[in-house]
T-cell receptor, first 115, second 112 residues
């Protein structure tokens, strides 16, 4: 069990560019979550998948954000036309089991800086 | 609306002293509650969780938390703090869809 991995760990981009982040969950975990954490705040929920189905999206997830989880394995989070307000840590977590009682295991995060 | 509140943004304790970090929740029903710790540059690590049953929950690294329904609280405690405990601590509640709702976090500083 290698844990949840995220790539890249850091990303610096210019405003208006597109960026894509990848999350590899713990193998056989059927649920995958994305959160965003800004400086001095707790993580905020963005979206989650059960297997390949995206079941919930936060209002924080504007039309510029899209997430996929093809084949129910790894997931990608893409931000189009980045804005300075997108600068944050993007965290991925995975879990297995009944929704509310599950333990989510977090990856190290991808820190995005938009210049 | 569901919410989790951590009233203390920053706490400083001396090494060897006891610690209590506060967490209050607002949910329609009793939520499932968690405490996570985040060290600089690291992801979130689960310390402990409460689902039901015994209201005093034991976790890793010598931490424990007590669920008090009457006070809507789930405070984290440790009898003797070590310098390595300096980190940011997050309380979170789980909705029925599994998504976590986090508090703002409490930064713990440990004085030698």
């Amino acid at each position: 069990d290698t844990g949840v991995s995220q790539n890249p760990r850091h990303k610096i981009t210019k405003r208006g560019q597109n960026v894509t982040f990848r999350c590899d969950p713990i193998s056989e975990h059927n649920r995958l979550y994305w959160y965003r954490q800004t400086l001095g705040q707790g993580p905020e929920f963005l979206t989650y998948f059960q297997n390949e189905a995206q079941l919930e999206k936060s209002r924080l997830l504007s039309d510029r954000f899209s997430a996929e989880r093809p084949k129910g394995s790894f997931s990608t989070l893409e931000i189009q036309r980045t804005e300075q307000g997108d600068s944050a840590m993007y965290l991925c977590a995975s879990s297995y089991g009944t929704a509310s009682r599950e333990t989510q295991y977090f990856g190290p995060g991808t820190r995005l800086l938009v210049l | 609306a569901q919410s989790v509140t951590q009233p203390d943004i920053h706490i400083t304790v001396s090494e060897g002293a006891s610690l209590e970090l506060r967490c209050n929740y607002s949910y329609g029903a009793t939520p499932y509650l968690f405490w996570y710790v985040q060290s600089p540059g690291q992801g979130l690590q689960l310390l402990l969780k409460y689902f039901s049953g015994d209201t005093l929950v034991q976790g890793i690294k010598g931490f424990e938390a007590e669920f008090k329904r009457s006070q809507s609280s789930f405070n984290l405690r440790k009898p003797s703090v070590h310098w390595s405990d300096a980190a940011e601590y997050f309380c979170a509640g789980s909705s029925n869809t599994g998504k976590l709702i986090f508090g703002q976090g409490t930064t713990l500083q440990v004085k030698p």
